[in-house]
């Protein structure tokens, strides 16, 4: 049950765990309608205008957690799915006339404006909604500053101007150039943007007693407190899972294979990227699609991973769990079955951790499947450290030159300078999110909360090299890392 105080983030994680505590019991179907009750009891309405209202967008919320569109004729596949009826508190008109305006005889505001939108009244002047274009010629020229711009935060958040609206004013997502960065996701002060579930198919799948291993994201490690990946294994495990796997241990793998793809490319005098952010990969791919050529070869973390516990696992069904929104497109939009089967994010496993009324634990356990760089791939930077390591690893020295972009701007930026044949560097390391995925929009923690404890789990870790941890899982295990 909620309370007044509830945050939008209680929110959502509140719908995630009831219906993964009912799809584990085996009766969602049957309670799917009792759920927006149990969350919003009333008769006194918390946040909107009314209980109904609430208990509307709690209904649209558990369609997208069950992995669907939350309106039912209005299905689409994209991961980015709007919640129309929460979709309305936001301000409709993006210039609006403050209280400072001085009603100035210069009426640089309306000189400004081409569309005949702002007129003077009495008190000050007004901007003619129907006529305003959202130019913000009129914002610029104001000298009291007393024109706000109140853009959308989901819009302002978007780094591809994948955000629309529709004749109502409520937001749609256009698919044609959406990234599924998730940015949107994370920036909706109401909550009505939300990332498509496959925790429902997940959890059936446990249900029905096949052998389902969890893959965890190297920005696991301080999500979950001060507890080892041996803790979060026991834990996993005990949600149903066969067993859990270190996804640094592949993050090792695409280091190897990055490594010499690059001095291929560098003895070439070809420029390169990295293509283990599926967000950056599609930003190539949508809007800058003639770079193409220029993305490595090499499989994600995420795809070498699943891909080495179906060879280890035959028949195994693969689910990465991390922050990241993106992975779930990787997932849809694989043509083939060498990728993830599924992917979760870490709030999507503290529901299920909640449902099952498991509590992690701390023990003298270890398990370290991937070395300290493999660990620290999920951080902006850590792809490059890697490759750099195996270079050193491999007694080969390479001169070359990364722009390690940490955020969309910048890669937006090295991307265009690459595109004009202007970019100073050889390599350019992709990360979408601000800091690298351990700032992913599906984390329980934002990197600077969960640090000391991330920090503290890498003080343990040992030493070991990137080739000399790959060499036994090689020696027995035969795979391709390469995307096609």
């Known amino acids: 049950m909620l309370t007044k105080d509830a945050t939008i983030v209680e929110v959502k994680h509140e719908v995630l765990y009831h219906v993964a ?7 969602l179907e049957e309670k799917r309608e009792q759920i927006p009750y149990d969350i919003i009891p009333g008769p006194q309405a918390n946040f909107r205008c009314c209980i109904y209202k609430e208990r509307e967008i709690v209904r ?32 409709i008109n993006r210039y609006v006339v403050t209280d400072n305006c001085q009603r100035c005889m210069s009426r640089k505001c309306q000189q400004a404006c081409k569309f005949n939108a702002i007129s003077m009244q009495k008190d000050k002047a007004v901007i003619d909604t129907q006529l305003c274009k959202e130019c913000g010629k009129c914002y610029q020229a104001c000298p009291y500053n007393a024109i706000a711009d109140l853009m959308r935060p989901c819009k302002r958040s978007c780094p591809v101007d994948a955000i629309k609206m529709d004749e109502n004013k409520v937001v749609v997502v256009d698919e044609e150039k959406c990234i599924h960065c998730g940015q949107c996701i994370k920036n909706c002060p109401f909550g009505a943007i939300m990332d498509r579930s496959f925790m429902v198919s997940v959890i059936n799948l446990i249900n029905e007693g096949l052998p ?45 294979s990055e490594a010499r793809e690059w ?104 398990l370290q499947q991937g070395s300290i760089y493999g660990k620290k791939f999920s951080a902006s930077g850590g792809v490059t450290a890697a490759v750099v390591k195996t270079f050193q690893e491999m007694n080969v020295s390479a001169d070359v030159n990364v722009a390690q972009c940490n955020g969309a701007a910048e890669c937006k930026k090295a991307l265009l300078m690459m595109k004009v044949g202007k970019l100073p560097e050889d390599f350019i390391e ?35 090299g990137i080739l000399e941890n790959i060499a036994p899982h090689y020696d027995s295990i035969k795979i391709s890392l390469h995307r096609k």
């Open 212 to 256: 389902v291993y969890a893959m965890i994201a190297p920005a696991g490690e301080g999500q979950f407190g001060n507890f080892s990946m041996a803790d979060l294994r026991d834990a996993v495990k005990q949600l149903g899972f066969a067993d859990m796997y270190e996804v640094a241990l592949a993050a090792d793998m695409v280091a190897d």
């Open 263 to 366: 001095l291929e490319a560098y003895g070439e005098g070809k420029k390169m990227t990295t293509s283990c952010c599926p967000a950056f990969v599609t930003m190539i791919d949508k809007h800058f699609p003639q770079l193409k050529e220029h993305v490595s070869t090499t499989v994600s973390p995420m795809a070498a991973m699943a891909r080495y516990i179906r060879a280890k696992h035959p028949g195994a069904i693969t689910v990465f769990i991390g922050p990241c929104i993106a992975k779930k497109h990787e997932v849809l939009e694989s043509l083939t079955q060498e990728n993830a089967d599924y992917a979760l994010t870490y709030e999507e496993l503290d529901a299920m951790l909640r449902a099952r009324n498991v509590t992690l634990q701390s023990s003298d356990a270890v």
């Open 21 to 27: 505590q009912h799809a584990y019991a085996g009766d």
């Open 60 to 91: 649209q919320r558990i369609r997208v957690a069950e992995g669907r569109s939350p309106i039912q004729d209005k299905e689409n596949r994209n991961i980015v799915q709007v919640v129309e009826s929460a979709c309305e508190g936001c301000p």
């Open 430 to 464: 992709g990360m979408v999110c601000e800091g690298g995925c351990v700032n992913g929009p599906g984390s329980i923690k934002p990197e600077m909360q969960s640090r000391k404890d991330r920090l503290a789990l890498f003080s343990k870790a040992d030493n070991r």
